[in-house]
């Protein structure tokens, strides 16, 4: 059991350039979600997604995109990256039950720089 | 506004020394309440959480927190403290209606002194 399993760990881009971050889950949860997190902001959640074919926008979605095809797989696009950008990125997911335990189990992250 | 505030960005403690980690939360539902940690590269994991019932919660690695809803605070203490809690270490604030979304505070370092 991998848990929340993010790819690359490490990138830089180049300004105007795109790149997708993978991030996959293997404890059947049905919500997972997108984060960055900026030295000395916390974490600020950019999308995020409650079961398969449906997302919605978190507090910072301008800049990016996610699509979720299936309950394991939660990809994050950049199409046209900014300096603004660079931060690391960090997946998460929970299963939401009944009683409304929401325990969110992070990825590693992904640091990303553009340039 | 829903918020999550911790006032101290930066701790140092000698190790064995008692450690309080301070957040206070402004949020219009009833709340759910997390305290994470990060190691240096590493994601978030979770140290405890605060759903309902007993608002004194047990948590992994000897860490406890309480949860004063008249103070919105949701404090996290540790009796003695090690050498490997040295981390920054996270509150955050949901609630059941929130589609599972949590706020972050903006975390709070913490230094261990030999």
């Known amino acids: 059991n991998a848990g929340v399993t993010q790819t690359p760990k490490f990138r830089i881009l180049k300004i105007g350039q795109s790149m997708t971050l993978q991030c996959t889950q293997d404890?059947?949860?049905?919500?997972m979600y997108w984060y960055r997190q900026d030295p000395g902001m916390g974490l600020k959640l950019i999308y995020y997604?409650?079961?398969?074919?449906?997302?919605d926008k978190g507090e910072v979605p301008n800049g990016y995109n996610v699509s979720r095809s299936t309950t394991e797989d939660f990809p994050l696009r950049l199409e046209l990256a900014a300096p603004s950008q660079t931060s690391v990125y960090f997946c998460?997911?929970?299963?939401?039950?009944?009683?409304?335990?929401?325990?969110?189990?992070f990825g590693p992250g992904t640091r990303l720089t553009v340039l | 506004a829903q918020s999550v505030t911790q006032p101290d960005i930066h701790i140092t403690v000698s190790e064995g020394a008692s450690l309080e980690l301070r957040c206070n939360y402004s949020?219009?539902?009833?709340?759910?309440l997390f305290w994470y940690v990060q190691s240096p590269g590493q994601g978030l994991q979770l140290l405890l959480k605060?759903?309902?019932?007993?608002?004194l919660v047990q948590g992994i690695k000897g860490f406890e927190a309480e949860f004063k809803r008249s103070q919105s605070s949701f404090n996290l203490r540790k009796p003695s403290v090690h050498w490997s809690d040295a981390a920054e270490y996270f509150c955050?604030?949901?609630?059941?209606?929130?589609?599972?979304?949590?706020?972050f505070g903006q975390g709070t370092e913490l230094s261990v002194k030999p």
């Open positions: 404890m059947n949860h049905n919500y």
């Open positions: 949020y219009g539902a009833t709340p759910y």
């Open positions: 955050a604030v949901g609630s059941y209606n929130q589609g599972g979304k949590l706020i």
């Open positions: 997604s409650v079961g398969a074919g449906i997302t």
């Open positions: 998460a997911s929970s299963h939401r039950a009944s009683g409304g335990t929401d325990t969110q189990y």
């Open positions: 605060y759903f309902s019932g007993d608002t």
